[in-house]
């Protein structure tokens, strides 16, 4: 079932990960090809998705968003797909987050209308990128300011293109990456934007809170953007032809910013947005550390059991076995992200036709060093594995897996293809 709101392209030519498809196939198709991963009609390496994993997902945290009131505009830079956005959206997100101004074109082209760009936008070209989407009245856009530089610039180009910008205050911490650091910069801040009242439209306060150690230090400076935003109500900063924007929360700690947030009130509407990302595939890394604390401590979480599931794989073969105790998989760097640690076998499987079920892989497989194209694998002896078996491979950090795909395949619990996901990246 393919489930984006806008026409199909073709596949690329590129085709990896992908079978040997019709000429002229679109991604509307692949569903009908009648594809299955153990069938082999598929090319390895390739990136796949278990759509009831992300079904589950979806669920889960739009569940938990509504627990506490609050809004999702997950961040779409971890997958980069606006077939997965329109998901997203169809399941209750309030909008789209992403990261600049090609992103925000890109969504914007496959149907997304509502977006916060939680950075800020610096250059003529990216600014021209975004006046032209704002001539659409339907489309809504927030982008952030951390500096007088910046809001000048912006006041001055959104004055000579007749456009009112909206945008929020960026807090940060020292060490950090952007976002004012005392209420020094911010009443600098806030200075600047009054010099634009026809050019700029000052919505809320905008954080990310990844950037801190521990929980006790995520709280205060929660808390810390709570108080500003509360200023800027009591000061009549904000604007008034529309509700006022709290947003915060990455993947690892969305659980603290929704209980820290949630209820706030500063006597106008106020939209309390939460914008993690990497929910929807998870993984068995970085994030599920997070999900077991956030399972373990936060009563919602609890309420809503299972958690998050990791539904992202990388599936390869086995390429050669050219010594004892080393298999070489036809797995590299071009393939799965290895920045926060190495893929992980999960299951393997034999092909041909009185092929068994796939099964668990052996615990003590692991990967020790990945090339660009290669992956080194320890295995013992007397291990059933031979070249040509299929492995697929759990992953850590989603971001910087979709990055290296342009589909990835979903595929329900036979392993039949039933949707591509494009990425535009």
């Not at 004012?180 to 634009?196: C, G, K, S, Y």
């Not at 150690?213 to 205060?220: C, G, K, Q, Y």
């Not at 599920?288 to 401590?297: F, K, W």
Request: net charge negative; glycine share 8%.
């Amino acid at each position: 079932m393919h489930t984006s709101a806008f026409p199909p392209s073709l596949l690329d030519v590129n085709g990896k990960g992908l079978g040997a498809f019709p000429p002229a196939c679109t991604t509307a198709q692949i569903g009908d090809l009648g594809w299955n991963l153990l069938a082999e009609d598929v090319s390895l390496p390739v990136a796949v998705l278990d759509e009831t994993r992300v079904a589950h997902n979806l669920q889960w945290m739009q569940a938990f968003m509504a627990a506490y009131g609050v809004k999702l505009a997950p961040h779409g830079k971890t997958t980069m797909s606006p077939a997965l956005f329109q998901r997203q959206l169809a399941g209750g997100a309030w909008g789209i987050t992403l990261a600049n101004a090609p992103q925000v074109r890109a969504a914007y082209h496959h149907g997304v209308r509502r977006i916060i760009m939680a950075n800020q936008l610096v250059g003529r070209a990216n600014m021209a990128i975004i006046a032209e989407l704002l001539s659409d009245p339907d489309f809504t856009f927030y982008c952030c300011v951390d500096s007088a530089a910046n809001v000048a610039a912006l006041g001055a180009y959104f004055a000579e293109q007749g456009l009112r910008l909206p945008i929020l205050i960026e807090l940060g911490v020292p060490g950090g990456r952007n976002g004012v650091r005392n209420d020094a910069q911010l009443r600098t801040v806030l200075e600047a934007i009054a010099e634009w009242p026809e050019a700029l439209a000052l919505a809320g306060i905008e954080v990310y809170e990844g950037v801190l150690p521990d929980e006790a230090s995520i709280r205060l400076f929660l808390q810390r953007a709570v108080g500003a935003l509360k200023l800027l109500a009591a000061e009549h900063r904000l604007r008034t032809d529309g509700p006022a924007i709290l947003t915060g929360a990455g993947s690892a700690w969305f659980d603290i910013v929704a209980e820290e947030f949630s209820g706030v009130n500063i006597g106008s509407p106020l939209d309390i947005v939460l914008r993690p990302g990497c929910y929807l595939s998870h993984d068995v890394g970085i994030y599920r550390s997070s999900a077991e604390r956030i399972n373990t401590h936060n009563p919602v979480a609890r309420e809503h059991a299972p958690g998050l599931l990791p539904a992202l794989q990388v599936w390869a073969y086995v390429q050669s076995i050219p010594e004892p105790g080393r298999a070489i998989i036809a797995l590299g760097k071009r393939d799965a992200a290895f920045d926060a640690g190495l893929p992980s076998p999960a299951t393997t499987f034999r092909p041909g036709g009185d092929a068994a079920a796939p099964r668990k892989a052996p615990a003590h497989w692991v990967l020790t060093a990945m090339m660009d194209q290669h992956a080194f694998m320890s295995i013992e002896s007397n291990d059933d594995i031979q070249v040509g078996d299929m492995i697929a491979f759990d992953i850590s950090h989603p971001c910087l897996t979709f990055d290296k795909w342009r589909q990835v395949l979903l595929v329900d619990e036979h392993y039949r293809v039933t949707d591509v996901a494009e990425t535009f990246f």
